[in-house]
């Protein structure tokens, strides 16, 4: 059996690794565009944060582990640029220009995705930059290494631009944040929204949504915004305005595809041809709530799914349920959490949503440390069904979220949900958690 | 009708406020043997802890607010001695030793629990104290508030017992723990419970487990314990050996009685007789995973359970699926924290259980603080089914739990948990969240 996996990152190496463990006979072949595989991609914006950790600690298993210690042909700085489906063979160029092909009885297109950049005279200017893989985060590390940058300027308000957003303000840099969408986070509700507002404000954040920046110029030493609000100063740019699955080899070959132009796969993870597998952030997932296909690139589904794509390979068949959209971020001192749908995402998909915000504490009554906690949550009237939950506070929020999760994947009702036995103990939050607060409101509005 | 509590403690002031909300026509009558009602109890430890809080802040709600706010006739200092199931009429003792008696149409039993002391010579000196009113933390707190108390037993290892000898350490007092059994926390993981013992070794406290103490007497200043493994000195012993449900009444008048003596209840937390409920730590329960009747007296069940009296007594048929025995505890800088069966009770309720313990870490590889993680998990080979979780560590234990205990309401499969899509980010755990390690490494012991 042959093996081959186009991309070494999260899905990529996750694959390769658990085929060779699991079937060792496979001959396994990777080809990595880079020179860099398997790393904590999400880790950037904290070592970024800081100017004495080296960017090589992300690496979690070099490129000679893979190979040495585990026989895995792993071609780093090798583009695919075709796949011919019908012979089952990947073509592509290596960086000295030397083009290379190899046959495949399996395939796993771990492509990832790539950040967008907006279409603006001077997006590609030095000292725009963008962070997504390994070498973005070293461009931007060695661009703040030096003396010059005292104010950054990102485009987007996204979870990547709020994490940076962070790492910068942690190095004493001035930071705006700026999108043409009048809404700050529009999918969370207002009230919680709110609270990451006034987090990002008094740690003196530049908050100018509703901006449109209209060109990047370079304007003496710095660089020069002109939005349609006025002009913005900036000694760096960074964009962080979402990503794009990266799908033209699925598409050139014929494959089929799903939401955002990701390569749509089944529960097994093949695509639309049975011997071609995708996996990570070029591939989309089912929503446990809704059973439709969804484009949600995180982290964990990316190594679950390479997982899968491996066991599949080998012959144990596997199926993913789907993804519940589980995510959570910080924010300076806050934590910020969703799974599910938003009030928005659930009537879109059909149901006769309800949904609550409340507002309690983060430790028992009388404890003392307690913060608020926000949680919004979402349910189906019809049903009576949990379809969502959102929080936001200071503590207590990031694991939190993963009961309402697991409800998710359930599809327990409202109802069921709220008569968890959910622990309880007055350093970590009242009698009733925040969540079963939330549940019982929800409970009214049937 | 006329709705009369016996018990103003969770429970029964749950109950007492729900229903006259629900259903103001409602007479609602509670009598409560002490003055003191609705307080957070489980607070007690930390108020303890401060030399310089008042153990009045634990107090959620007044008598005072309760009888004016509320319309609820609250009677403290009235001990119901009698119910007559067949008049409908409790019969009692005031303060004052005057009689009285009361008729009802239901009736809510909401006696809670006492705390067991030993037979023991001694066991009733001035200094051998109990936690579980509010006047017994009093009588601790005034204890400790003269200089006196350089040297504290503790008899038992429970829960209570820990959290105390937080509090007493963080005093600055001295602590030994002593129990006749061989095993620190025995329904506990081996390494989960080794991670607890250095904790409390690394604070000082002098460990005695299978110590048995054979009698108390005073020593000049302060106390002695007489022990199968010689005497042991202290100022002051606080007997935390557990708890027994206060049932009297109930067997008194012929109820059934559940597991530990416990009153028995059904779903709808009616007792045997229909016009009779009982709720708090007085009452069993349904265990979610085993289907049978436990008695895990906690206070999240407690004010469930009084809520879902009110709603049925004001004809809203509510029922109660039941508790997975999710408990979480702080014992110093550790979190400790459990959801459904150990090892040994699956295969005691039938079972074929098999389990697995990992260790893992509390943030994401390379980011800073990240401490150990321990996960021991259980579960059944015949149905695949999750059975029980446990988990220690500093940080990021306390909500996580939350997650386990949601999948054993959903009576979820290994597999369907390891499949749940849980948050990620750096600062709050690694892209495999440690439960769904656990339950990875569950699925090869199928």
């Excluded at 962070?131 to 931007?140: E, F, M, N, Q, T």
């Excluded at 060109?215 to 002009?231: Q, S, Y």
């Amino acid at each position: 059996m042959r093996f081959v996996v186009i991309g070494g990152d999260a899905a990529g190496m996750s694959a390769a690794s658990r085929a060779k463990r699991k079937c060792p006979d496979t001959t396994v072949t990777v080809f990595e565009r880079s020179e860099d595989v398997s790393y904590s991609a999400c880790g950037m914006p904290y070592n970024i944060a800081d100017p004495h950790r080296d960017m090589n600690d992300l690496v979690v298993r070099s490129a000679e582990a893979f190979r040495k210690k585990q026989d895995i042909a792993l071609n780093t700085g090798h583009t695919v640029t075709r796949v011919d489906t019908g012979a089952h063979t990947v073509h592509g160029i290596r960086e000295d220009g030397s083009a290379f092909s190899c046959d495949y009885d399996r395939l796993l297109l771990a492509t990832g995705a790539s950040p967008v950049r907006p279409a603006l005279p001077g997006i590609d200017l030095p000292g725009v930059l963008v962070l997504k893989s390994l070498a973005d985060g070293r461009a931007i590390k060695a661009a703040l290494a030096g003396a010059g940058v005292r104010r950054v300027a990102i485009l987007g308000m996204g979870y990547i631009a709020m994490e940076m957003c962070e790492a910068l303000a942690t190095r004493g840099i001035a930071v705006d944040m700026v999108k043409p969408g009048p809404v700050l986070l529009p999918w969370m509700d207002r009230t919680l929204a709110d609270a990451v507002q006034q987090e990002l404000e008094a740690h003196g954040v530049g908050l100018y949504h509703g901006t449109a920046v209209t060109a990047v110029d370079t304007d003496g030493d710095g660089l020069n915004l002109a939005t349609d609000r006025g002009d913005m100063a900036a000694d760096l740019v960074i964009v962080a305005v979402g990503v794009a699955p990266n799908s033209t080899l699925a598409k050139d070959a014929g494959l089929n595809l799903g939401p955002a132009g990701a390569v749509a796969v089944g529960e097994d993870l093949a695509t639309s041809d049975p011997d071609v597998y995708a996996a990570g952030d070029c591939a989309d997932a089912f929503h446990v709530v809704t059973g439709r296909r969804v484009w949600i690139p995180l982290a964990l589904r990316a190594n679950r799914a390479g997982w899968a794509v491996a066991d599949n390979v080998c012959g144990d068949l596997v199926r993913l349920t789907g993804v519940a959209g589980t995510a959570v971020f910080k924010v300076f001192d806050l934590e910020v959490a969703r799974t599910g749908l938003t009030l928005q995402e659930a009537a879109d998909a059909g149901f006769d949503p309800a949904s609550v915000t409340i507002t309690t504490r983060s430790r028992a009554h009388a404890h003392p440390g307690a913060v608020d906690i926000h949680v919004h949550a979402v349910g189906d009237r019809n049903t009576g069904r949990l379809l969502g939950a959102q929080m936001v506070g200071r503590e207590g929020v990031a694991h939190r979220i993963n009961a309402a999760a697991v409800a998710l994947h359930a599809k327990l009702t409202v109802d069921e949900f709220a008569q968890s036995d959910l622990a309880y103990a007055p350093p970590f939050g009242p009698v009733w958690d925040p969540l079963l607060v939330a549940a019982n409101q929800l409970l009214k509005k049937r």
